[in-house]
């Protein structure tokens, strides 16, 4: 499915950092890296955004039969007419599928059908097919920080539209936290309301409103911190509170989408060479010729089979 401050003290450090939780006051700074050189990095910033962006960038050899040993053992079945086998984790999760397809198969009335292994949707009015497009689905992947864990699916069964956006702003979960935190070694703490978090250097980090930003020390100053960059000091990626700035991430979905509830959507995307796999967080990615035809043509209400 779209910042990064990274400070000089992370070009320093970053290569010892080992992932772990941290509480908001527990910064550790040795470097003796002043504010004002951190901040003078921001061509730093610009490399790691795309790099950490995780949301819809393409993952190196993600496959829909990426399947973890803590799954079971995966069972591989090729249906009468295919070629290409596909790969489920256990009897139960093929049954699952199979009975998805068939309620998908038997609906009727104006639909949209969305099938992950071969990565189509096509629209359907009665036994009439309207449109049939390329989409990405989730990667199918786990992902582990600390004593939390994600699980990256497209859900199979029936969703309906519940509402559709144009230009619409994404609010990154934690996970993308955590992703970019495991990604750079870098640890990860939560910005609370109300609460001002003191760095090593005696830089004061604190939520003011939709805004997050540092006050200087020996002034009483507020100064924001830029709106598209992720807030990173002391080797600590922190999360910062809902309804912020800097929780909202403008272009990461495309130019439309459709809200199937649950955080899951059909929507654009700017990585359009990741169409057509299994990347994705759970969400079903199309290029932007694809989605704007739904956004005009899909009522809300519409029911979406997934399987």
Known sequence: MNRFCLSTLLLVSVASAVPAQESLTAATDSSGVTLEQR???????????????????????????????????????????ETNAKSFKSKKDSLAWASARMRAE???????????????????????TLRVASVATASNATLEFGSSKWRFETPRGLRTVLKKEKEPVWTPPDWHFAEVANEHHLKLARLQRGRTVTLKDGTRLKTVGDEVGIIRPGTTEFVPM???EHIVFDNTIFIPPLGTKHRQFEGELGHYRLDLGDGYMLHGTPYTKSIGTAVTHGCVRMHDDDIEWLFENIPVGTKVYIY
Do not use: Q
């Not at 038997?106 to 009439?128: E, M, P, Q, S, W």
């Open 39 to 81: 901040t003078a990095h921001n061509w730093f910033v610009s490399l790691m955004r795309k790099i950490a962006r995780k949301s819809d960038a393409p993952a190196a050899d993600s496959t829909v039969a990426d399947v973890s040993a803590a799954d079971g053992a995966s069972e591989v079945v090729a249906e009468a007419g």
């Open 106 to 128: 038997n609906a009727k009335g104006y639909r949209v059908v969305v099938d992950v292994f071969d990565k189509t949707l096509r629209v359907i009015d009665r036994d009439d």
């Open 226 to 228: 830029a709106r598209d």
